[in-house]
Structures are given as C-alpha cells and as structure tokens.
C-alpha cells in the first residue's frame, strides 16, 4: 500500500513538473508574412564623410536599393537619391568633399555607370557612353583623381582609365588590348597589378610598368593568383597565392630585388587583404568554413589589435577613416542580419548606428544555421549549412529543400538570408549544399566538377537529400531542391536526369542549355571566357555533344515532378529564352508548372516588391505541391 502511494505521490510531483515546465521556442514561435520578412532592412557601404560625422550608405528600405547618410554620432539615416526604378549603389563620399560617387545600370542588364552627386543636389553621368561598362576601382593617392574601368573602346576588354576631380575628364591610362584583369594601381601610379585566366581557379599574375610598358610576370608555376594591395610606400605587391598549398595565402613580392616571402597563412582561404590609408593597419580576411574571420593587424608591431564584439554576432566587414581614429563594421550572423556600427580606435567606445530587422519580428523565431558534413555517394565529405525549423520534431517531422547556391564555383555561406529564413519560419527545412566544385574547401575540391556537371555534383546534392531523410525531424517523402542561376541548373538537371529523387524544383534563372548560354556569355566577359570553357566545355567544339547531353532542355521529356521557374527578363548571363524554353518544354508532359517572370530584374531580384511576389509564390507552389502533396491542376503564369 506505501509502494502504491509513493508512486502515486510521485506521479503527481512529475505531472506538476510537466504543467510548470517552460513553453519552448516551437510553442511560442510567431510565423510571418512575407512582407514582414522582406521589411528586414538591408544595408550595404559605409564611406566615412570627409569629416567623419557621417557615413554614406546603400539601403533597400524604399523598395529599392538608394543612397542614405547616417550621423556617426547615431540618428536617422537620410535618403540621398530617391530611385523608384534602377537601384543606386553607393561607392564613395570624395576624399575632400562632400560630393558623392554612385553606381546604377538600368534595370539589372549589369551595364553599369559612374555618377557623381555634386552638393547641390544634381547628379551627372561620368561615363555616360550607351553600351559601355565601367567600374570604380581606386582613388589616386594624391586624392585628385579616381581609376575606373571601362569597356568603351572594346566591349570584350576593361580598360583603365584615371577621372581627374576638378575637371572631370578621363584619361586612359592603359589599354588592355590582351584580355587582362586590371587589378591594383600602385600608390606612385607606376604600376598596375594585372592577373589573366587560365582556369576559372588558375591565374597568371603580371605587374605592368605604366611608364616603359614593361611587362613582369609574377608567379613562376600555375596556381590561383589574385592582386590585392601595394605597400603604403609602394615597394611591394601583396597578393593571394594558392601556390603548393590547397588554400590561398598571402604573398608579399618587392619589386626592387625581386623577392618573395610568405606574409600571412591559415587554414582557410586567405579572401582578401589591404592596407589602410596611412599605412597603419592591414586589414584580412579569411573565409573560414564558410564565414569571414577578420584580423586587423598593427603594420608597427605585427599584432593584431582586438576588434570590438557583439553578442552572438559575427564582425562581416569592416573599413577604416582616412585618419585611421574611426572604423565602421558590419555585425550579424545566419539569424540575424548584419547592423552597422562605429568603433572609436582611441576610446575603444562603439555605437550601434542602425537596428535592420523588423520590429515586427522577434528574434528568437528565427534560426541559427549549423555546419554539417556528410558523406557522398564516393566517400567524399560534403559541406552543408542546415537551418532546421524550431517547429521540426520527430513527432512532427517537416518537409525540406536542398538548395544550391549559382557559380558553378560559388559557394553557401553563414549569412543571413530573408528569404532563407522565411522559409523555415514557415517550416521548411533548409540544406545549403556545398557540393564539389564549390569555393572555400581547397583548389582539388573547387576543381573537382570541372567537365562533370551534372554528373557527380549531382549525386553530392542527392546525397545531401538522403542526409535530410535520415533525420527524425525531417519528412523524407517530402524533400524538394531548389537554386539559383548554376543552382537553377541543378534544379533542373535534377528533376532531369534524378527524376524521382526530389519531390518539387524550384529553379530561379537557371542555366537550361549550355551551348546557348556559353555561346551568349556577355562580351565583358572575354577575359574569363576561356576559363569558363575549360571548366564547363567549348561550345564551339567536340564539347557541344556533351553539352547538349547535361543541357536540361534537351530532355524535358523526362521531367514528372512540379516545377517553378523565375526569371528576369534583363538577365544578360541567364536568357529569357532559357526559362521561356523550359516551362515550354515540361508543359509537354501534363507536369504541373508555374512561371513568374518580371520584366524590370536582370541575374537575381533585388526590388523589393519583386521579392515579395516571388517568395510568396515559391512557397504557395511549396504549400501546394510539397507540403501537402495535392494533384491541382496547372496554374496561369504570373508575370
């Protein structure tokens, strides 16, 4: 009878713990709209303004990107330009003045312009010649002229040219009659770093003497090289170099005796380096299994100085005044997206200058990504970025997508994406594959789909498939895949060739036909042309056979999944016709497909009323066809 009573009691003390237990973040979880997901502001830049009480910035809080100051001591960002059609990217306030540099294309055809914003208000096109490319890349050292590029002489090549600030007048510095990069121009202006293709991973390095028109080769055996930065005095080229290793280190080559010597190495790919304006710090980073580590280091001492922190964020960015006190970051993570802040040097005080997500939304509802790494189909190790719902249980397990990021040689990273994230609110999981071929893990990975897309890339994302089945939270009869550009090739080239595998695909502007699209590749791309068709194939030769064979539009007969397709129609690298030709194609089979295309978005949609409407339409198409599995008929095209 004690025995029965104790069990009784204790019973009872359990059931109480069980009513007082605290609700988890699945029961309390708010699920939003799209509209409130895209109201997470995004902010881009930061020039400090010549006296350094304001920042410039690019921001998409309109609907469209625009130019916005921010006091550094904090208050309201203040709109600059007001575009309501092509978005405004902020390059630069001048170095002496408050006037303002800006880029803009028309509509995303990536035919970009130069514009300066003079203090009166009045904006005037610098390169203004219809047709022709140009991108800022430098201002002089003396501040009296920027360097820029342009295709304006010959679409195929990017010449550089120097912008003299009082008068505004061009003046071609060098003629790039060779297909050259143009990289950096040194601090006296007699040199200009140029790097030229081989591979898309392999590149030459040359420094090209601007006063004898000498030409220098810097690398002595093939590997990855890229130009970063001159020493402040101009003595030496510091540059990236996957020479005898499997990740890029920096290099540092003086040019006087012409010697080198290794200046920084890590595990990871060493991304980019460059020195501060006076020389005082030399800024790197490292793109670490996916994210930026960021060290600073004191050119005096070789220490790195410690950057500020912020709770459960990553620094992303960062950039410095021209008198060094001050310094901007970015700070976020896969959760959250990234404010921008200011950090004293000599106080060590920071400020928070903007608060991007949406006051609507609470941040615990929303999910922080963990890397994962499977094995394939061979045995390699796959890198991943799963983003697991908080809904997401054993007992209620949630559908998924594999999702795989353009390139081909791109690659997944731990930032945030609205998008993304709205999804999984939504209660989809999210695997972020990093299949081989994608950059970050080594030059013999980033090599390893070269003549073989479609192929063993494929099965990486199909084995990334089977890793979401095997988890108790995930619904392995539901999984889908989904990606943009190459990833919208993988789409498709997996309801092709994989037909059962995946349940939907959603492909935003994916590549459908090779031969066309290697054969229509933009003329500013000559410089890489060859590269590309080394990698992916010559159209103009033998390779077309194999093309047409990995070409998913070749054989949409095969195709018996659902299926929707996004597309803008100012794409110059993905066609219009390459979507138009699929949905075509896949309608022939009685498949359920749907197409949304928008006439004002070029390679990706970045007008956020376009975003809005392709989101909600990919996850009502998810809803329909994924989720709960329903045999609807076929819908009307949205456009």
């Given at each position: 009878m004690k025995k029965l009573l104790a069990i009784a009691l204790i019973t009872s003390i359990w059931a109480c713990k069980e009513e007082k237990k605290e609700p988890s973040v699945a029961d309390t979880m708010k699920t939003y709209s799209i509209s409130q997901m895209m109201d997470n502001e995004s902010i881009a830049g930061g020039s400090f303004s010549p006296d350094k009480s304001k920042l410039l910035v690019s921001s998409n809080r309109s609907g469209i990107y625009n130019m916005y100051t921010i006091p550094t001591s904090g208050g309201e960002m203040m709109p600059v330009t007001q575009s309501d059609s092509s978005s405004v990217f902020a390059i630069s306030y001048f170095p002496n003045d408050e006037r303002?540099?800006?880029?803009?294309?028309?509509?995303?055809?990536?035919?970009?312009?130069?514009?300066?914003?003079?203090?009166?208000?009045?904006?005037?096109?610098?390169?203004?010649?219809?047709?022709a490319r140009s991108l800022f890349y430098q201002w002089s050292e003396d501040k009296s002229a920027f360097f820029y590029g342009s295709n304006e002489r010959d679409s195929r090549f990017m010449d550089l040219y120097k912008m003299d600030l009082e008068t505004m007048d061009p003046e071609m510095v060098y003629q790039n009659d060779d297909g050259y990069d143009v990289g950096v121009v040194s601090p006296d202006e007699k040199y200009v770093a140029l790097s030229k293709s081989i591979n898309t991973n392999d590149s030459d390095l040359f420094l090209y003497n601007l006063e004898s028109d000498e030409l220098m080769k810097i690398n002595k055996s093939q590997s990855g090289n890229s130009p970063q930065d001159f020493a402040p005095d101009g003595s030496a080229l510091y540059y990236t170099t996957d020479d005898g290793s499997e990740f890029s280190y920096l290099m540092k080559y003086t040019i006087a005796d012409e010697s080198y010597e290794k200046s920084l190495v890590r595990d990871w790919d060493i991304s980019g380096s460059y020195f501060t304006q006076n020389g005082t710090y030399q800024v790197t980073y490292i793109n670490e299994d996916a994210k930026n580590t960021i060290e600073v280091m004191e050119v005096a001492t070789g220490e790195n100085i410690d950057l500020p922190t912020v709770e459960n964020m990553d620094i992303t960015s960062v950039s410095f005044s021209d008198d060094e006190t001050m310094m901007r970051f970015y700070a976020g993570g896969s959760q959250t997206p990234s404010n921008l802040y200011v950090y004293d040097l000599e106080t060590k005080e920071q400020k928070k200058l903007t608060d991007v997500l949406n006051p609507e939304i609470q941040g615990q509802d929303l999910v922080k990504a963990e890397v994962i790494r499977y094995k394939s189909f061979d045995g390699l190790e796959i890198p991943a970025i799963y983003y697991k719902p908080h809904q997401a249980t054993e007992e209620n397990p949630a559908p998924a997508l594999v999702w795989v990021h353009g390139g081909p040689g791109g690659q997944s990273r731990q930032n945030f994406s609205s998008f993304i994230q709205y999804l999984v609110n939504h209660g989809y999981a999210v695997l972020a594959v990093n299949n081989r071929g994608s950059s970050g893990y080594g030059k013999t990975f980033y090599q390893m789909d070269d003549l073989n897309h479609g192929d063993k890339d494929l099965k990486d994302c199909v084995e990334g498939k089977n890793w979401l089945a095997q988890q108790p939270e995930i619904d392995g009869e539901k999984i889908g895949i989904i990606g943009g550009s190459y990833g919208g090739y993988?789409?498709?080239?997996?309801?092709?060739?994989?037909?059962?595998?995946?349940?939907?695909?959603?492909?935003?502007?994916?590549?459908?036909?090779?031969?066309?699209?290697?054969?229509?590749?933009?003329?500013?791309?000559?410089?890489?042309?060859?590269?590309?068709?080394?990698?992916?194939?010559?159209?103009?030769?033998?390779?077309?056979?194999?093309?047409?064979?990995?070409?998913?539009?070749?054989?949409?007969?095969?195709?018996?999944?659902?299926?929707?397709?996004?597309?803008?129609?100012?794409?110059?690298?993905?066609?219009?016709?390459?979507?138009?030709?699929?949905?075509?194609?896949?309608?022939?089979?009685?498949?359920?497909?749907?197409?949304?295309?928008?006439?004002?978005?070029?390679?990706?949609?970045?007008?956020?009323?376009?975003?809005?409407?392709?989101?909600?339409?990919?996850?009502?198409?998810?809803?329909?066809?994924?989720?709960?599995?329903?045999?609807?008929?076929?819908?009307?095209?949205?456009?």
């Open positions: 303002m540099l800006f880029r803009m294309d028309n509509n995303g055809d990536e035919i970009y312009h130069i514009f300066v914003r003079d203090t009166d208000g009045n904006h005037k096109d610098l390169t203004p010649e219809e047709g993988m789409t498709m080239a997996a309801l092709t060739y994989t037909p059962e595998e995946f349940d939907v695909g959603v492909n935003l502007f994916g590549v459908t036909n090779w031969i066309r699209t290697l054969k229509s590749i933009p003329p500013w791309w000559e410089s890489f042309k060859d590269a590309l068709y080394k990698e992916l194939g010559d159209p103009y030769s033998a390779d077309s056979v194999r093309l047409k064979q990995i070409s998913p539009l070749f054989h949409t007969d095969k195709v018996t999944k659902p299926l929707i397709v996004l597309q803008g129609s100012q794409d110059p690298r993905v066609l219009q016709a390459e979507s138009d030709e699929i949905v075509a194609g896949v309608r022939k089979n009685g498949v359920p497909v749907e197409y949304v295309l928008f006439e004002d978005e070029g390679h990706g949609f970045v007008k956020k009323e376009n975003q809005i409407t392709a989101y909600s339409k990919i996850l009502e198409f998810l809803d329909e066809y994924l989720k709960e599995e329903k045999s609807t008929p076929i819908k009307e095209d949205s456009k």
